[in-house]
């Protein structure tokens, strides 16, 4: 097992990839923070908000691989198609998934007035605006640059 941990850890590539999905979590947190004036411990584990950890996590993989590998790599061919569809899942399908739960949390407070509605309240920060999506690819590519100038 130590050796299996060890091995891991010695994995560039991935060890890239953790760093760059860790980082956006704690500048999500921060921003979070700046942004609203209180602690969120929520934001260090949660989907939504800037920069996007998923995005970033994919594209430092992306990028990584294409810095080790190179472009024409079929390993960076399955990361960039990989990268694009939790890219467009994060900025489309999640994003109106969001939308979605706040109607509808709208929906049951108004319901919950005049009839017998359980209190049932759905996760509305799912998605991310294109803006949160382009920063975690630039939080992603240079948390990628930085691990290859310091690791080739």
Known sequence: MVEFMAGIGKNIILM???TAWFSAQVLKTITAYWRHGEFNAERLIG?????????????????SIALREGLDSPLFALAVVLAGIVMYDAAGVRRAAGKQAKVINKLVREMRVEHKVRDTRLKELLGHTPLEVLGGAVHGTLIAYIFYVLYR
């Open 16 to 18: 890239t990839a953790i």
């Open 47 to 63: 989907a939504g908000g800037m920069p996007s950890s998923h995005t970033a996590l994919v594209v430092s993989l992306a990028v």
